[in-house]
């Protein structure tokens, strides 16, 4: 009896030794990821989201993210895509963390190792396509531009070595023209059995988001260089992007992202364009870090 309750004292002095070694441990970790300083995440970003210009649809869902995610100590900031991709770069050279309005297709995510942060409320939508919008009657002034315009529909992929050529340092007319002259079965496809005009002018709209110039370079070089259109290509804003194609100043636009990211404009002048339907399917926006940020979901931005 006795030899045995030294033992069951030996027993449980061990376990004591060992829960205190555990705590001890544990103390230790504590302090270390303490000693270390780790800041959230949004501190070390400033509590700044990277936007661009502000007629994007993108900037209206971030602000509804921003709400909707409680995220009220952050700020979105405004700028342009190309300065967007800017701070992307800088920070990602300097392996900074960093988080910004971001979309598929876009040459960024073949450059950079990147990751959309998951989005629970779907505040950026699901299946979201680029459509080609019409002004009306353009159908029956010039049937061949319209027609051309109706077959348009490409892929991502595609698209892709378009914006790539840009950012390596093409001139985007030079980059769309290579890639009609390399894939001329995609082009006789669009373009098959239509009457080419004779030099009649052709207005399309377009902002300088990279995905919109590769389209809208492409579709110019077809129209004029294949269909004998004279093509002005105008960059706007998104705003007068829409209300050109709805008044009529302008014929057509390959650049109306929806349902979601364009659906204010779309509401507002789907009586006064004709939607030619998607160009490309499976496109996509949300934010985007670099993939070494080991945040994964806009709900983490909360921290
Ligand atoms: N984008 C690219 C646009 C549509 C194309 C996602 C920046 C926008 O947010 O309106």
């Known amino acids: 009896m006795r030899k045995q309750s030294k033992w069951m004292l030996l027993l449980g002095l061990a376990g004591v030794l ?34 661009i210009d502000p007629g994007a649809g993108i900037m209206k869902a971030t602000s509804k993210a921003i709400e909707e995610y409680g995220l009220s100590d952050w700020k979105l900031v405004e700028g342009s895509s190309a300065a967007m991709t800017a701070t992307l770069a800088k920070d990602i050279k300097a392996k900074k963390p960093v988080v910004i309005t971001g979309w598929t297709p876009h040459w960024m995510f073949s450059k950079y190792d990147l990751k959309y942060l998951d989005d629970p409320k779907k505040v950026y939508g699901e299946a979201e396509e680029i459509h080609t919008i019409a002004r009306q009657g353009l159908k029956d002034d010039e049937p ?26 093409a001139k985007p007319e030079d980059a769309a023209k290579k890639w009609a002259d390399d894939h001329p079965d995609r082009v006789n496809e669009w373009i098959k059995d239509l009457k080419p005009v004779n030099g009649k002018p052709l207005k399309l709209s377009y902002v300088a988001w990279d995905s919109e110039i590769a389209s809208t370079n492409l579709l110019q070089y077809v129209l004029q260089d294949k269909l004998g259109y004279k093509v002005t290509a105008l960059q706007v804003e998104a705003g007068p992007m829409w209300t050109g194609v709805a008044n009529g100043d302008v014929d057509a636009s390959a650049a109306a992202w929806l349902p979601l990211t364009h659906a204010d404009y779309m509401e507002k002048y789907k009586d006064k364009v004709d939607d030619l339907g998607p160009n490309m399917t499976g496109v996509k926006t949300g934010l985007v870090v670099p993939s070494y940020v080991d945040i994964n979901s806009i709900e983490d931005l909360k921290k």
């Open 18 to 51: 060992t829960l205190s070694a555990c705590n001890t441990s544990g103390g230790a970790d504590n302090k270390a990821s303490g000693g270390n300083g780790a800041e959230s995440f949004g501190k070390q970003v400033k509590h700044e989201i990277i936007g």
């Open 144 to 169: 061949t531009a319209y027609q051309f315009l109706d077959r348009f529909e490409w892929t991502s992929d595609e698209m892709g070595e378009i914006m790539t050529a840009i950012e390596e340092g």
